[in-house]
């Protein structure tokens, strides 16, 4: 993402992880305007799909055209979250507006009202200005906000998984066999979305050997 992108969404400021940002929403109040019409946006990460299916016992292909729905973007396929079809609200809220995973909600929805930009081996956040509808956000400590354990892990996983993604569009950018295409993307959901990891398992040692194997097998450096 662009700085003059930025300067016209954020605040003009970028935050690290013990800085103090205006996004805390106090509890919503039952709001779920950012929880409408973003089934585009919110692409899962295979941590969030782990915390999803480990939390409600239900396994990936099960949640598969109800409450998720796979998405082909430069030639990747990757799971998003699902609109309702009459009012486009999220298929994770329930008859009162309110999250039925919020626990365990993906990566993306724990940021809102902010959002991450990558610079280098790096990201920081930014504070999205206008989309939230209320009006007096409070002060939070963004690692707060957030509310993700070992966020070191986490932090590591979500950099690792965004450089292998962009390194896997840019390689399937020569790839032209519908086949070679197809079986790369079922390989990609097979090994990082069905991923299964014993109770005694660390969810970050499993998938940074998976990563290693896959990089390997797709020639991706």
Known sequence: MSINI?????????????????????????????????????????????????????????????????????????????MQDNNKKCKFLNTENRCMIHSKRPNICRLFPLGRVYKEDDFKYFLQVGNCRKDDLKDVKVKEWIGIKDYEENKLFILQWHNFIKALSFRLKFVRDEKEIEKINQTLLDSFYRIKINEDENFYTEFFKILKQIKNEFGII
């Open 6 to 82: 930025l300067d016209e969404i954020s605040d003009g400021k970028l935050y690290d992880i013990e800085d103090i940002v205006k996004a805390d929403t106090c509890g919503c109040n039952g709001c779920s305007d950012c929880c409408c019409d973003v089934g585009e946006l919110v692409v899962l990460t295979p941590f969030d799909i782990y915390e999803i299916v480990n939390y409600l016992g239900i396994e990936f292909d099960k949640l598969l055209g109800d409450k998720i729905q796979l998405r082909k973007n430069n030639k990747i396929l990757l799971p998003y979250l699902k």
